[in-house]
C-alpha cells in the first residue's frame, strides 16, 4: 500500500504533539505565575481535537505509513473517550495545579499520554502498537508520581512503573513470536497468515505468544490476576491523574484487545470463549467483593475499576458485533463515570484541607459525611456517578451494561448454551453487589450530618464534573447515535 501524504484525518495526533512542545518551550519564557494560561491552552487543543474526531472520520476508513496507522470507526470512537477524559483531567487540573512551578512538565506529559493513547488506537501493526503503549505509559509513569514531595504518590509511581515495564516485556515477547511465525507485524497480514494456516496458531509456539498477548494487554486492562498494580496507582496518584489512568490509559488494552485478539480469534476459530467467561467473572466478583470492605474512597473505585473491567471483557465471551459494540459503549461510559468520580474525590480533598491543612487520609468514608450540604453540585456528580457504574437508568453505565448483557443472551439462546446464561446471572448479581457499597457513599453524603460549613467549590472541578454527568445522563436519555457509533466500531472488526 502506498504512503497516503495526506495527513488530514491525524490532525488531532499533530496538534496535540505540536502543543506539546510549545508549552515546553513557553514554559523556559514565562513567569511561574503565568504558568495558569498553559492549562487553558492545553484544554483548548484537546477540544479542537474532539471537536474535529467528531465531525470527520466517524465512518470513513483511512491508513497511513504503508498500513501501520489506520483512522476507522473504531479508533475514532476510542479517540473520542481519551480526548474526553484529557479534557476532563487537564480543567481539573487547572485548579488542582495552579500553584505548581512544572505546570509546563505536567499538561506536555498529560498531551503526549493523549497521543499515544490515540495511536494505540489507530495502530494497524505491533511496532506502532508498542509504541504507542509506550508513549502512553511513559507519560503516565512520570504523572502519577508528579507530587515529588507526597511518598505515597512516589510509591504508586515507582509500583505503576515496574508492574507497567513487566507488561511490556510480555507483550513485546509475544509480539516477537507472533513476527517469528508470521514474517510481518502487519495485523491484517498477521490475520490472514492464521486464517490460511490455522494449524500455526494452534501449534505450542502459537499458543505461548497468545498468552504473553493476553498477560500484556490484561496488565493495561487491569483483569485479575494482572490487577495488582491498579489499587496502590490509583490511591497513590494524584486524584487528577486517577482519573486519567483509571478513564483513559485502561480503554487502551481494550481497543488494542478488540484490534488484535478478538480479530485472532475469529482467524482461528479458537474456542476459548469459555476461558474469557472464567476471566471476566473473576475479573468483576473480585474487584465488586473487595471494594465492599474499602474505607478509601479512591481505593473503592480502583476496586470498582477492576469490576467494570470483568464486565467490559464480557465482549470477548461471544465475539459478535453487538457484545463488541455493548463492550465499546460500556467503555465510553465508563470513562465518563470513572473520570468524573475521580475529580469529585479531589474536591473532597481540596474541602479537608481547606479545614486542616496536615489532615490525613483525606479520601477516607468519614470525610463524606454531610457533603450534600457542604459541597451540593461535587455530592450530586457522586450521586450520578455511582448510579451510573451500578447499573442504573437512565445512564451510560445502563446502557452499557443492558446492550452487552443482552447481546450475551441472545447468543446463549440461540446456542442453547446454560453456561452464557450463567455467566449474564453472575454480572447481574455482580451489578447488584455493587449497589452496597456505592450505596453506603451516598448514605454519608446525604443522610449523615456535615462537620463543617459549606465550602465554594473550585470552578475548575465543578466544570469537570459537570461535563461528565452530562455526559454520563445524556448517554442514558439518548443512546441511539451512541449505539450506531460502537455498531459502527464493531463492524471494523469484520466478527
Not at 488531532?12 to 510549545?22: H, K, S
Not at 493495561?220 to 478513564?247: C, I, N, Q, R
Not at 450534600?372 to 451494561?401: D, Q, Y
Amino acid at each position: 500500500m502506498s504512503l497516503n501524504i495526506n495527513f488530514a484525518m491525524l490532525a488531532p495526533e499533530i496538534l496535540l504533539t505540536v502543543l506539546a512542545f510549545v508549552i515546553i518551550i513557553m514554559g523556559l519564557l514565562i513567569s511561574n505565575k503565568s504558568k495558569n494560561m498553559l492549562g487553558y491552552l492545553s484544554a483548548a487543543g484537546i477540544l479542537a481535537s474532539l471537536v474535529y474526531v467528531i465531525g470527520n472520520g466517524m465512518t470513513e476508513k483511512v491508513s497511513y505509513f504503508y498500513d501501520s496507522l489506520v483512522v476507522d470507526p473504531l479508533s475514532q470512537v476510542f479517540k473520542l473517550i481519551f480526548l474526553i477524559v484529557s479534557l476532563i483531567a487537564v480543567i481539573a487540573s487547572i485548579e488542582y495545579f495552579k500553584d505548581n512551578r512544572n505546570q509546563d512538565e505536567y499538561y506536555a506529559l498529560i498531551l503526549m499520554s493523549t497521543v499515544g493513547m490515540m495511536v494505540v488506537a489507530s495502530a494497524n501493526d505491533l511496532i506502532a502498537l508498542f509504541v504507542g503503549f509506550e508513549l502512553a505509559s511513559m507519560s503516565t509513569y512520570v504523572l502519577a508520581g508528579f507530587e515529588k514531595n507526597n511518598p505515597s504518590s512516589l510509591e504508586a509511581a515507582l509500583k505503576y512503573f515496574i508492574i507497567g515495564s513487566l507488561s511490556s516485556a510480555l507483550m513485546l515477547f509475544g509480539m516477537s513470536l507472533i513476527y517469528g511465525i508470521t514474517s510481518t507485524t502487519n495485523i491484517p497480514g498477521i490475520i490472514e497468515f492464521f486464517r490460511s494456516a490455522p494449524l500455526m496458531a494452534e501449534s505450542s509456539l502459537g499458543v505461548l505468544a497468545m498468552i504473553f498477548l493476553v498477560a500484556g494487554f490484561g496488565f493495561k486492562m487491569a483483569l485479575v490476576p494482572f490487577h495488582m498494580w491498579a489499587p496502590d496507582t490509583y490511591e497513590g496518584s494524584p486524584s487528577v491523574v486517577s482519573s486519567l489512568l483509571a478513564a483513559g490509559s485502561k480503554k487502551m488494552g481494550f481497543v488494542a484487545a478488540f484490534r488484535v485478539l478478538v480479530l485472532a480469534l475469529v482467524a482461528i476459530r479458537a474456542d476459548v470463549h469459555f476461558t474469557f467467561a472464567i476471566l471476566a467473572i473473576i475479573t468483576m466478583t473480585y474487584g465488586n467483593v473487595v471494594a465492599v470492605s474499602q474505607r478509601s474512597i479512591k481505593r473503592m473505585l480502583a476496586y470498582s475499576s477492576i469490576a467494570q473491567a470483568g464486565y467490559i471483557a464480557l465482549a470477548f465471551v461471544v465475539t459478535t458485533p453487538m457484545s463488541i459494540a455493548g463492550g465499546i459503549l460500556l467503555a465510553l461510559g465508563h470513562a465518563l463515570m470513572k473520570g468524573g468520580a475521580f475529580i469529585a474525590v479531589a474536591v473532597v480533598g481540596y474541602m479537608v484541607l481547606s479545614d486542616n491543612k496536615n489532615a490525613k487520609n483525606i479520601d477516607d468514608l468519614e470525610n463524606f459525611a454531610g457533603l450534600g450540604k457542604r459541597a451540593p453540585i461535587t455530592a450530586l456528580g457522586f450521586f450520578v456517578f455511582f448510579l451510573a457504574l451500578a447499573g442504573i437508568p437512565p445512564s451510560a453505565g445502563f446502557i452499557g451494561k443492558l446492550f452487552l448483557f443482552y447481546s450475551i443472551t441472545v447468543q446463549a439462546i440461540s446456542l442453547s448454551s446454560s453456561w452464557l446464561l450463567l455467566v449474564v446471572v453472575i454480572a447481574i448479581l455482580n451489578s447488584a453487589l455493587s449497589i452496597y457499597y456505592y450505596a453506603r457513599v451516598i448514605k454519608y453524603m446525604y443522610v449523615l450530618p456535615p462537620k463543617g460549613e459549606r465550602i465554594k467549590e473550585p470552578t475548575a472541578y465543578v466544570v469537570a464534573i459537570l461535563i461528565a454527568v452530562i455526559g454520563t445522563i445524556g448517554i442514558g436519555l439518548y443512546p441511539e447515535p451512541f449505539i450506531n457509533m460502537a455498531m459502527n466500531a464493531a463492524q471494523v472488526l469484520g466478527v
